[in-house]
């Protein structure tokens, strides 16, 4: 039995299944939030948001076909060590498939702070900030 196969059969839906969900999420959740800083600019706000939703996938998605590698580090009697390509059984596949999933996980997670975060720090426009301070006449 390949477990090779098996681990990788399982690995790719799931990251990709993550990957949008947790962008639908983002996307959805952002939308008010932009156009409240971008002064209910509805257009501003929506291409703004599209951006950032093809921006994570292409970061998570990336990732995770980088890391997507499933393999053990193997040590001789000499002390050398090689990466061996094969999973040899079902541990061993579930314990490849658990560390790369939590990587997986773990990056998602700080990618959106990292969005939440830059969300947070966008200034709203000179000309609204501007009109929020009330002029007193001095008599």
């Known amino acids: 039995m390949n477990y090779n196969i098996i681990a990788y059969s399982i690995y790719i839906p799931v990251t990709i299944a993550l ?3 947790i962008a639908k999420s983002l996307h959805r959740n952002t939308k008010a939030f932009l156009i409240e ?3 209910h600019n509805d257009s501003l706000a929506t291409s703004t948001n599209n951006l950032i939703q093809t921006g994570f996938y292409l970061i998570a998605l990336g990732f995770s076909f980088m890391k997507m590698h499933i393999g053990n580090f193997q040590h001789s009697l ?3 060590m090689w990466w061996d390509t094969r999973v ?3 541990q061993e596949t579930i314990e490849q498939l658990a560390s790369k999933l939590g990587a997986f996980t773990l990056v998602l997670g700080v990618l959106l702070f990292l969005n939440f975060f830059i969300m947070l720090i966008i200034q709203k426009p000179k000309k609204q900030q ?3 301070f009330v002029v007193r006449e001095v008599e």
């Open 78 to 80: 000499e002390g050398k």
């Open 130 to 132: 501007q009109s929020n």
């Open 88 to 90: 040899m059984n079902g």
């Open 37 to 39: 800083k971008f002064n």
């Open 19 to 21: 990957s949008i969900w």
